[in-house]
């Protein structure tokens, strides 16, 4: 079992940049994929980056160049910096855990991305 917390969220005005991390507890961190994931209203989740536990990322291409995903497995973190934030990317930021059939959900972080 893995619990994740995510925090960071809020609003922010177009151009700016946030910060989300999660934490995790529960498990074994580092053998997790971890992923970010956001949902708009009216919209499916879609997933926004992820990362190995040998530090492999993969972004969507609506992303990609302004924002970054990390983790530190001795702190069982995971991290992701928004920079150059567009109002398309207000939505509830997850974050998620995998392996194997295992697939754990954090509560969500709202952002809000609006002048």
């Known amino acids: 079992q893995v619990q994740l917390v995510e925090s960071g969220g809020g609003l922010v005005q177009p151009g700016g940049s946030l910060r989300l991390s999660c934490a995790a507890t529960?498990?074994?961190?580092?053998?997790?994929?971890m992923y970010w994931y956001r949902q708009s209203p009216g919209k499916e989740r879609e997933l926004v980056a992820n990362?190995?536990?040998?530090?492999?990322?993969h972004y969507a291409d609506s992303v990609k160049g302004r924002f970054t995903i990390s983790r530190d497995n001795a702190k069982n973190t995971v991290s992701l910096q928004m920079n150059s934030l567009k109002p398309e990317d207000t939505a509830v930021y997850y974050c998620?855990?995998?392996?194997?059939?295992?697939?754990?959900w954090g509560q969500g972080t709202q952002v809000t991305v609006s002048s």
């Open positions: 998620n855990a995998q392996r194997s059939f295992e697939s754990y």
């Open positions: 990362i190995t536990s040998g530090l492999t990322t």
């Open positions: 529960g498990s074994i961190f580092s053998i997790y994929v």
